[in-house]
């Protein structure tokens, strides 16, 4: 009662259901199934109200206009990579990709075709059928920018950066993997041959092989698969593991990326694993390794031709014809060990250990609009400016640094300019920089600085392995570089492009669709 005797009526809220925003998949997929449902159409009605929830544009289908040579086709061989056309380092045309041209030059060889987002900006001129998943600006932030590169990329590199956890971005990355499911699904004939690649697509291959188990799927890793006390941060952990095991063939970098994984699924879900296989659902699952390499004979070609030559005898009269010449070139990332390699340079330079030396340092600009990497790039440039302060002279600078991206000529001109060549991540599948640069030496002359981190580590061992957390390490080992005799370069050159002659790309793609004839062969669906 109130002060006037009239009663009074107590409105409660209701108290709030607390619980999961995303519903365990495979335990609604598996009531579904038991109640006579369609798994697929739950699938697609799923999508349909996710995207609703996030805001984003409802799924369509994909404008016929945007595929090239596909029509009502269905192809025996379908190469599936996050974009139509892989990025490469320094260059994006097709023409300057080595890797992104074998690729796509396999894919001619099988009349098959291509899956994947389309690089509108760099459209592929290559000719192959193309099978395009179109997502809107919002879905493709959250899935690229989000889920796989600030989420995965950093996790997986050893978490060098700390990686960021938002259930939004996780429930668009499987959204956007259905899309892909569902577009190779379309297009894939009877037993075709499928081959998924990288950390964007992780979950493909399992949903390929609910829709299709009729398919060969193989899928590559081309960054590292971290160990069990880092993989286990990552929410959903067994979504992954789940999503990698439909595969018939699952290949990486490194042989300690092979044994992160079948650790991993034996500690995680129990499966029964040996040297190179993984028993799950009645299937046998070959893990291998399978290092990736590059194009060397088109490297050695470039290599040769006199205009190269002349550009990089240019380049170095252009740098004031130093003794020796220094060269650094990746993706500005955090992984590729920028800031060490100038730390360590700044502690040569304080020593005197630099007479005549010249460094050019080119950071191409990358995922500029993700924080992390604007204030690597603030950093980068702040230590550039301060040795250049410091230790440069007017006209003479101590660092070359630009951000600009060099195009295949103008690269294979400074890795024949390039005395000593530094690759120094601090967690890489395997920096192909090293590789070509090794094959572009066609006069046995230069020394490769690699950091035993990166996956060509374990191929390259007669390049001057280092920890470039440990700077005194690295600056003895520039030092070391810079003193070493023709003979003793030319004989560590020889032998490790000796080796890339027999592992070249080609060698790597065969060795690949090889592995997976033979594993989708012992593996019966």
């Known amino acids: 009662m109130d002060g006037k005797g009239h009663p009074v009526v107590i409105r409660r809220e209701p108290t709030p259901i607390r619980g999961p925003r995303v519903p365990k998949w495979r335990h609604v997929e598996l009531i579904i199934e038991h109640l006579g449902g369609n798994v697929d159409t739950f699938h697609s009605l799923w999508r349909a109200a996710r995207m609703a929830e996030l805001g984003s544009t409802p799924v369509a289908p994909v404008p016929a206009a945007a595929d090239r040579g596909i029509g009502n086709q269905q192809f025996d061989f379908v190469m599936v990579t996050y974009r139509t056309q892989i990025r490469h380092e320094f260059g994006t045309s097709a023409g300057l990709n080595t890797v992104y041209s074998a690729l796509n030059n396999a894919v001619g060889q099988q009349q098959g075709s291509w899956v994947g987002w389309p690089d509108d900006t760099n459209p592929s001129d290559q000719g192959n059928p193309v099978r395009s998943v179109h997502l809107p600006a919002d879905e493709f932030n959250a899935f690229y920018n989000g889920y796989s590169n600030s989420t995965i990329w950093p996790l997986y590199n050893s978490a060098i950066e700390q990686p960021e956890f938002h259930r939004e971005w996780r429930a668009t990355y499987r959204i956007v993997n259905e899309r892909y499911a569902d577009a190779v699904t379309d297009i894939a004939a009877p037993g075709a041959t499928v081959w998924v690649h990288d950390y964007h697509l992780q979950l493909v291959p399992a949903l390929l092989r609910r829709r299709r188990p009729d398919l060969r799927i193989g899928f590559y890793l081309h960054i590292p698969f971290p160990p069990i006390e880092i993989f286990r941060q990552l929410p959903g952990r067994d979504e992954i593991l789940t999503g990698l095991l439909g595969a018939d063939l699952i290949g990486f970098q490194q042989q300690l990326s092979v044994r992160n994984f079948l650790s991993l699924v034996q500690?995680?879900?129990?499966?029964?694993?040996?040297?190179?296989?993984?028993?799950?659902?009645?299937?046998?699952?070959?893990?291998?390794?399978?290092?990736?390499?590059?194009?060397?004979?088109?490297?050695?070609?470039?290599?040769?031709?006199?205009?190269?030559?002349?550009?990089?005898?240019?380049?170095?009269?252009?740098?004031?014809?130093?003794?020796?010449?220094?060269?650094?070139?990746?993706?500005?990332?955090?992984?590729?060990?920028?800031?060490?390699?100038?730390?360590?340079?700044?502690?040569?330079?304080?020593?005197?250990?630099?007479?005549?030396?010249?460094?050019?340092?080119?950071?191409?600009?990358?995922?500029?609009?993700?924080?992390?990497?604007?204030?690597?790039?603030?950093?980068?440039?702040?230590?550039?400016?301060?040795?250049?302060?410091?230790?440069?002279?007017?006209?003479?600078?101590?660092?070359?640094?630009?951000?600009?991206?060099?195009?295949?000529?103008?690269?294979?001109?400074?890795?024949?300019?390039?005395?000593?060549?530094?690759?120094?991540?601090?967690?890489?599948?395997?920096?192909?920089?090293?590789?070509?640069?090794?094959?572009?030496?066609?006069?046995?002359?230069?020394?490769?600085?690699?950091?035993?981190?990166?996956?060509?580590?374990?191929?390259?061992?007669?390049?001057?392995?280092?920890?470039?957390?440990?700077?005194?390490?690295?600056?003895?080992?520039?030092?070391?570089a810079l003193r070493m005799n023709p003979?003793?370069?030319?004989?560590?050159?020889?032998?490790?492009?000796?080796?890339?002659?027999?592992?070249?790309?080609?060698?790597?793609?065969?060795?690949?669709?090889?592995?997976?004839?033979?594993a989708a062969g012992e593996s019966p669906p």
């Not at 046998?284 to 205009?307: I, N």
């Not at 920028?338 to 005197?352: F, N």
């Not at 050159?493 to 090889?514: P, V």
């Open 267 to 480: 500690q995680r879900l129990g499966l029964e694993t040996d040297a190179n296989s993984i028993y799950v659902d009645g299937r046998r699952v070959t893990v291998d390794c399978l290092p990736m390499s590059v194009d060397t004979r088109a490297f050695e070609r470039a290599a040769a031709a006199p205009a190269i030559q002349r550009r990089a005898a240019a380049i170095r009269a252009e740098l004031g014809d130093p003794g020796s010449l220094i060269v650094g070139l990746d993706r500005l990332d955090y992984t590729k060990g920028i800031e060490q390699r100038l730390l360590a340079y700044g502690q040569i330079l304080a020593d005197g250990l630099a007479d005549s030396v010249a460094f050019v340092q080119v950071g191409t600009l990358t995922r500029e609009n993700l924080a992390k990497y604007t204030e690597l790039r603030q950093r980068v440039e702040r230590m550039a400016g301060r040795l250049n302060g410091e230790y440069g002279t007017l006209g003479r600078p101590a660092v070359h640094y630009t951000n600009q991206a060099v195009d295949f000529a103008e690269k294979i001109a400074l890795y024949r300019a390039a005395d000593v060549m530094l690759v120094t991540p601090l967690s890489d599948g395997m920096n192909l920089v090293a590789k070509e640069y090794v094959a572009s030496r066609t006069d046995n002359r230069g020394v490769l600085v690699l950091s035993e981190f990166a996956g060509a580590a374990a191929e390259l061992t007669d390049a001057l392995l280092i920890n470039p957390n440990d700077l005194d390490d690295l600056a003895n080992a520039i030092v070391r």
């Open 487 to 518: 003979a003793e370069q030319a004989r560590r050159m020889e032998t490790m492009r000796g080796h890339l002659r027999t592992h070249d790309i080609q060698t790597w793609i065969s060795a690949f669709l090889t592995g997976l004839d033979k």
